[in-house]
């Protein structure tokens, strides 16, 4: 699975979620390709694929010439269908307890294995996550990324597959626990950016004991705030 695919369905599912909430009303126009590839800060052929995804579902519709309208029967395709937004209470138990069992072993080995390609990913993933503090929907995609980064920085193929395998999950649930974290007390984006900074630090300076520890810190505070919510 492609970290293209992950980006398409994070923009879907925000999509998806604004024709929910009536932001994008039955019979509106959507922003262009460009327009939207602009605002998430991903490439046009994500947003194609979105688009696709959603076509599928009976959300949008093409046409000639003129763009891609909400439908007009989108509000009963989305009572109609199994939803594309889902996340509840025992599914992100589930998914957080997966997270730690892989992730931990997998920022531990980066540490040992990273090469400067994987820093230079690593550090440009860090530097879209930095000015997009304000826009959490361009945030959540760039979170995803870095967690993938530190996954194949371990050149370990059954490790990269794990994640890859739930990675489909996180991005159905990743809004869930970063709403988790945002909202709790005391708890903001700049400091959620300062966390993953943090790993990449320890996994840059090789300290592999270092990453492991905090980056098993980072999804505890995600479950904590699961537990007080």
């Known amino acids: 699975m492609s970290l293209l695919k992950k980006s398409y369905q994070v923009v ?3 999509l998806e979620k604004m024709i929910h909430e009536g932001v994008l009303k039955p019979g509106m126009k959507i922003a262009t390709i460009d327009r939207l590839a602009e605002q998430y800060g991903v490439g046009k052929s994500t947003i194609r694929e979105a688009l696709s995804q959603l076509k ?9 010439g003129e763009g891609t309208y909400v439908q007009k029967s989108a509000q009963f395709a989305l009572t109609s269908m199994h939803p594309l937004i889902i996340g509840n209470r025992e599914e992100l138990t589930y998914l957080l ?3 730690k069992i892989i992730e931990t072993g997998c920022a531990e080995l980066a540490a040992q294995q ?9 550090e440009d993933i860090l530097k879209k996550m930095s000015v997009s503090l304000e826009n959490e929907e361009i945030s959540r995609i760039y979170d995803i990324h870095f967690h993938m980064g530190i996954a194949a920085a371990t050149k370990n193929p059954f490790l990269i ?20 974290w945002l909202y709790s007390k005391d708890e903001s984006a700049t400091r959620l950016y300062q966390e993953h900074y943090e790993i990449y630090a320890a996994i840059k300076e090789r300290d592999a ?3 492991k520890r905090l980056i098993t810190k980072h999804l505890l505070r995600v479950e904590h705030a699961l537990a007080d919510s």
Do not use: P
């Not at 990273?114 to 690593?122: Q, T």
């Open 12 to 14: 879907a599912e925000d």
């Open 56 to 64: 599928a579902r009976g959300l949008v519709e093409s046409r000639q």
């Open 97 to 99: 307890q997966v997270r």
């Open 114 to 122: 990273r090469d400067s390609s994987d820093l230079e990913k690593l």
């Open 161 to 180: 597959s794990m994640m890859e395998g739930i990675s489909e999950a996180m991005n159905h649930t990743i809004r869930d626990t970063r709403n988790l």
């Open 209 to 211: 004991a270092k990453a």
